[in-house]
Structures are given as structure tokens and as C-alpha cells.
């Protein structure tokens, strides 16, 4: 069987259509993968802005906690988590919520629950009183930061609770 140029030029042309339909089709699978991915990242973000908040408005606008020692130990654990998870995504946070400085102004505000102006006081704080239980993940989250991640959460700290920085 003999094939003549223009089967030839007709099945060179269907093979290289294919070829870019496959390379298209991972192309916007990719595509689809990342998105997804910065959308997830986003949600975890968002989650992260909302529960730092939601936490700080609750220590703001109920009594009850101040008169029992055990909830607000509770929720200044939980505002303490919020600090370090504001100071790690700072630029994100910033970026998501389209105010620079968001994440500055709520380690400010949160912090004014606690009597801190130093990482080395916070990290004291969070392993000696806000610690809930024996295998405490804030516990551990202090413990495991490098001597660079020290100085940065301390910087954070200072900045939070100078008041020139922050209006107040």
C-alpha cells in the first residue's frame, strides 16, 4: 500500500493537532491546579484573618470572660496563635485584606491583652501561663523558632506595640 503526499501531509497534520490538544489540555490543567492551590491558600488565609478577629472582638465585647480566669486563659492561647500566624503571613494578610499594615494593626491591638513588648516576653507568656495542656501546640510553636524567627517575631512585637506605629 503506497501512501501519496497528500495522506502524508493529512496524517502529519491530524498527528501534530492531537500533540497540541494534549499539550494544551495538561497546559490548562496546570493552570486549573494553581488555581486551585491560590484559592485554598487564600481560604486559609481568610480563615486565619477571621478567626484572629472573631477571637479579639469576643475578649472585646464579653464581660463574661474577664470574671472567669479559665475562658480568658483560653482565649488569650487562642489570640496568642492569631499573633503568630499575623506576624508569619504578614505580607499575605496585608495583600488579602488590601490594607498594608492590617496585620500590624491587629498584632497591636492583640497584644494589648497581653503584658509583653518583646518576642522574649511573649514566648515566656505563651509557654509558661497560656499553655493549656502538656503537648501544647503553642507551646511547641515557641519552642521550635530559630534564633532569626526570634528576631523577626521580636521586631513584629516591638513594632505592634510602639505606639508611633500605630496611632496610639
Not at 14 to 24: C, D, F, K, N, Y
Not at 53 to 75: G, H, K, T, V
Amino acid at each position: 500500500m503506497r501512501f501519496n503526499l497528500t495522506q502524508c501531509l493529512v496524517l502529519v497534520l491530524v498527528v501534530a493537532l492531537v500533540m497540541s490538544l494534549i499539550v494544551t489540555h495538561l497546559h490548562h490543567q496546570r493552570q486549573v491546579r494553581t488555581l486551585r492551590d491560590a484559592i485554598d491558600d487564600s481560604r486559609s488565609t481568610l480563615r486565619t484573618i477571621e478567626y484572629g478577629a472573631a477571637n479579639l472582638r469576643l475578649l472585646e465585647l464579653n464581660p463574661y470572660i474577664w470574671e472567669n480566669p479559665s475562658w480568658i486563659r483560653l482565649q488569650k492561647h487562642e489570640l496568642a496563635f492569631s499573633i503568630l500566624d499575623h506576624w508569619r503571613s504578614q505580607n499575605v494578610i496585608d495583600d488579602v485584606v488590601g490594607e498594608p499594615g492590617y496585620a500590624m494593626d491587629f498584632a497591636a491591638d492583640a497584644l494589648s491583652f497581653f503584658d509583653c513588648t518583646s518576642a522574649d516576653e511573649f514566648v515566656e507568656l505563651t509557654r509558661n501561663e497560656l499553655s493549656v495542656y502538656p503537648d501544647d501546640p503553642l507551646s511547641h510553636a515557641t519552642f521550635e523558632l530559630s534564633d532569626s524567627e526570634l528576631v523577626s517575631l521580636d521586631a513584629f512585637i516591638r513594632a505592634a506595640t510602639t505606639p508611633d506605629q500605630n496611632g496610639g
